[in-house]
C-alpha cells in the first residue's frame, strides 16, 4: 500500500520583510507553498522576538483559506491556545520542553479546533517524544537551535527523524531549520514529509521551483 503521507513545503517568513507581512506570504503561496510556517518566539524560551496573535489575526484576515501553523517558541505555550485559535490558526505546534503537562496542553489545543504539533530541540532526546505519539499529530525535528533564521543544518539530527519514521509510519513529521535544496535529500532520506524552508525560499529568485525541486525529493522517498 502506498504512504498515506504527503510531501508538503511550509515556507518560514522569518527572514521575510516583516513590514510586508502580507505579500510576501501571498507572494509564496501563489508560487505553491501547501502551508505558512509561523515563527513565534518570546524573548523568554528562545533570545529572539517575534511575533504574536494579533498579526496572526491581520494576516488570516488578508488570506482567508491557507493552512496556517505556529511554531511556538514560548515557555507557556498554554497561554497563547485560546487567541491562536481565535486568529485562525490550522496547527499549533509547540515545544515540550518548558512544559509540566504536555498531554494536557496537547488536549486544550485541540479542544480549541488545532491540530497539534510537538517539537523538540537539538538537544533533547527523541524518545522523549514517546510518551505524546498516540495525540500529537506532527512532530517537529529542529535541526538548528531555535531563536534565529538563516543557521547552518545539523545533519547530526537525522538519526531522530529515522527513528520516528520506522517507530510511527504514518505520522507527520516535520524539520526545521537551514533546510534547502542543498540539505534536502538528507531530511527526505531519514523520513521527513513535511518541510520548513525560510531563507533557501524566502530568498529565491524562483520561489516556485525551490519550493518544487523540494517537494519532487521529498515525494520521491515515501513509500
Ligand atoms: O524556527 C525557526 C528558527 O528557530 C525557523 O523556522 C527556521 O530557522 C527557518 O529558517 P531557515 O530555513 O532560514 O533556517
Ligand atoms: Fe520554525
Not at 159 to 186: A, S
Request: with cysteine; hydrophobic share 40%.
Amino acid at each position: 500500500m502506498s504512504s498515506p503521507l504527503k510531501a508538503k513545503i511550509g515556507p518560514s517568513i522569518l527572514n521575510a520583510d516583516l513590514a510586508n507581512l502580507y505579500t510576501e506570504s501571498q507572494k509564496l503561496l501563489d508560487n505553491g507553498a501547501d502551508y505558512l510556517h509561523l515563527d513565534v518566539m518570546d524573548g523568554s524560551f528562545v533570545p529572539n522576538l517575534t511575533f504574536g496573535h494579533p498579526m496572526v489575526k491581520c494576516l488570516r484576515n488578508n488570506i482567508k483559506t491557507a493552512f496556517f501553523e505556529t511554531h511556538m517558541m514560548v515557555s507557556k505555550p498554554e497561554q497563547w491556545i485560546a487567541p491562536m485559535a481565535d486568529a485562525g490558526v490550522n496547527l499549533y505546534t509547540f515545544h515540550i520542553e518548558p512544559v509540566e503537562d504536555v498531554c494536557k496542553v496537547c488536549r486544550l489545543v485541540q479542544e480549541a479546533g488545532m491540530k497539534v504539533g510537538l517539537a523538540i530541540k537539538p538537544g533533547t532526546k527523541v524518545e522523549e517524544l514517546t510518551e505524546y505519539m498516540s495525540i500529537a499529530d506532527l512532530v517537529l525535528v529542529m535541526t538548528v537551535e531555535p531563536g534565529f533564521g538563516g543557521q547552518s543544518f545539523m545533519a547530526d539530527m537525522m538519526p531522530k527523524v529515522e527513528w520516528l519514521r520506522q517507530n510511527y509510519p504514518n505520522m507527520d513529521i516535520e524539520v526545521d531549520g537551514g533546510v534547502g535544496p542543498k540539505t534536502i535529500e538528507c531530511c527526505a532520506k531519514a523520513g521527513a514529509n513535511m518541510i520548513v524552508s525560510g531563507t533557501a525560499v524566502v530568498g529565491a529568485s524562483d520561489q516556485r521551483k525551490v519550493m518544487d525541486e523540494m517537494r519532487n525529493v521529498v515525494q520521491s522517498y515515501l513509500k
